[in-house]
């Protein structure tokens, strides 16, 4: 929402206007300009010196030229620098300067604008919140790339700027949560739910917490390099070695694979199957393992190692994708390249995706519709086929373009750009004319029936 400059009203002293700034933000808040003589000066100013400079800031505001109104302001404020109007304006300016330069992405110089407003006002609670508001988010995707020590940092300053922010307090949880500190999780959980006691998913999330608290409390503690492993009890002694060998080979792989190797710990969880269906009701049966910020691995004696051990670099890959892109890359993707590493390991026969090329039109997952395909409500044998289409879209980039082209894809994603501009500026493709070449590629590659084993 743009910030308007109402017409001026006068006073005796000031001319003012009224300042607005984007929902969610502060109310609004005013800027004022001098009357000639309405108030001291250094001898050396002169008035009406002051009076154009804080005229031009005005006018510069109500353009949106932020930039130009905070010289101007810093300007006047320089001439009289003990004046409390000049200091409120060119406090107003930096705050909503820091605003527009948020809306736009640039998160570290809106921090710094905001923290030279706050420095000018540091009794005005609305520049403070605004300010904590900014920290909360930079903490927030700092999360989501797994930078959890650094993420803390900022989330605490948030709060000793504003201690009522209950996205900072959220934020906190999950960096606890994602570390498996659940008490220190709980405990931030707990305060944002008391700041927002209507919040039904936050009511849902300490649920969850108060139930993995009690369950995972118990399990056996194994690491590995970059890797805190938690085995359910009984299960260290014949998984704790070869779990924490597959991760490593996994980092070492992947990561040379992807040019990314992630800084921290990521935590990794195995479960029996039986617990992990219990623990996750929510999860349907084809999921055999998952990554939500955390490994979770359901350990199935009847499919043997070999399987947990594709699992295992499979859901890796997704922590992986994770911190490269910052939760941008689409599912289709993350999943076909989650497939294409954990293929490393068990091989994937793509026996659905032969039975829809098989059908007359052929009866694959139309690309758009794609990552829709993996939703929990959606059938098994169409989550299979996705999978498997996937794959096989994430083989053929990889072989007709290069690997080291995919991975120059995925940081245009974590860039901001969507999944169709990164395909056109790397491939020179759109979604659907891949779509094209992928069904001719595989129509010569899979159409003939699987050779035996």
Partial sequence: MKRSLPRSTR????????????????????????????????????????????SAGILAMEAERYDEALNHFRRAVALAPRDPTLQRNLAVAYHNAAIALATAGQMDTAVRYAKSAVSLLPDDQDFRASLSRLLAQQGR?????????????????????????????????F????????????????????LQPGEVSMRQLLKQLDQELDFESKFTRAMAFRFDIRLEPGLAQELAQPVGEWLT????????????????????????????RQLRQEVPEWVAGRYDGKIRLPWDPSSGEAALRQITWHEYTHAVVQGLTNGRCPLWLNEGL??????????????????ALAKQPAG?????????????????????LAYEQSYSIVQLLIDRYGLYRL??????????????????AEYRLSLGELQALWLKSVAKTLAAPAPSS
Avoid at 249 to 273: C, M, T
Avoid at 407 to 424: M, P, S
């Fill in 338 to 355: 989650a497939e294409w590493e954990g293929a490393k390991q068990l091989a994937i026969p793509l026996t659905a995706l032969r039975e």
């Fill in 11 to 54: 006073s005796s002293a000031t001319r003012c206007w009224v300042v607005r700034k984007p929902s969610g933000w502060l109310a609004a808040v005013t800027l004022c300009s001098l009357v000639s003589g309405a108030l001291p000066v250094l001898a050396a100013a002169p008035s009406a010196s002051i009076e154009a400079e804080s």
């Fill in 141 to 173: 995707d700092l999360v989501g790339r797994g930078r959890y020590p650094q993420a803390r940092l900022l989330l605490q300053e948030a709060l000793r700027y504003d201690s009522r922010n209950a996205n900072a307090l959220v934020t906190l949880g």
């Fill in 249 to 276: 080979e996994a980092r070492r792989v992947i990561g040379n694979d992807l040019q990314f190797f992630p800084k921290q710990q990521v935590v990794v969880l195995v479960y029996r199957l039986e617990s992990f």
């Fill in 407 to 424: 991975r120059r894809l995925l940081r245009r994603l974590n860039d901001g750009v969507t999944i169709d501009e990164a395909l056109q």
């Fill in 364 to 384: 694959v997952i139309p690309f758009a519709q794609l990552s829709e395909s993996f939703q929990w409500s959606a059938r098994a044998d169409q989550v299979t």
């Fill in 175 to 194: 960096a606890a949560y994602y570390t498996q500190q659940l008490m220190q999780a709980r405990n931030y959980w707990r305060q944002a739910s008391a």
